[in-house]
């Protein structure tokens, strides 16, 4: 029972110094304050420290920020943030490229060395390579007679300026939505353009 206690006395005495520093002592724990003052100088030395920090804490001086501070903050985070996406964009997008060159590369480089290791693989391939670009070739220009005698027909004119005009306003509302998204926070003001 004693050792309770001895364990509360420290810790009730460190409630009441901290209500005694903010003026929110009852009378009936200001005179308890004032009895474990009288009966315990460690708690007096304790609470005298404890008085000379809350004065010198009383005396430092209140810094107020300068007026748009918050703006320019939320400014240079709203920057920060730009830099990262275009950052993050410009890395991925390199790390793809290298992927692909290589990529193109090493399929280059193996069909190089199976070609000229083996010449009738290679004449071949050359052979088709000739068959598919002559076949290609009269297959694009029958695509471009046959599209040639439709454009011809106004029917098909119509509808192509339709279709113009309803993938150009599709892609205007398009960009516009992109642009409305990018400049816009998601809960808050747009951001600021940087100059």
């Not at 920057?79 to 399929?107: H, K, P, S």
């Not at 391939?125 to 106004?154: E, N, P, R």
Request: net charge negative.
């Amino acid at each position: 029972m004693n050792m309770d206690r001895t364990r509360q006395e420290p810790e009730r005495g460190a409630w009441l110094m901290s209500l005694a520093l903010d003026d929110m002592l009852e009378p009936s724990e200001a005179e308890l304050f004032d009895t474990l003052l009288a009966e315990d100088p460690e708690l007096g030395e304790e609470w005298a420290l404890w008085q000379a920090v809350d004065a010198k804490l009383l005396k430092a001086p209140r810094l107020v920020p300068s007026t748009g501070f918050v703006a320019e903050f939320e400014r240079r985070q709203a920057q920060r943030e730009r830099q990262r996406r275009l950052w993050f964009g410009l890395i991925v997008g390199v790390m793809a490229a290298t992927l692909w060159v290589g990529l193109l590369a090493g399929l280059a480089g193996a069909g190089a060395y199976v070609m000229f290791r083996q010449a009738d693989t290679l004449v071949a391939l050359v052979h088709g390579v000739a068959y598919w670009y002559s076949a290609l070739q009269s297959q694009l220009d029958i695509i471009v007679s046959a599209a040639s005698a439709l454009l011809g027909t106004t029917q098909v004119r119509g509808a192509l300026l339709v279709y113009v005009a309803v993938a150009a306003l599709t892609l205007a509302c398009w960009v516009r939505f992109l642009r409305r998204s990018v400049e816009m926070e998601p809960n808050g003001p747009a951001y600021v353009r940087s100059a």
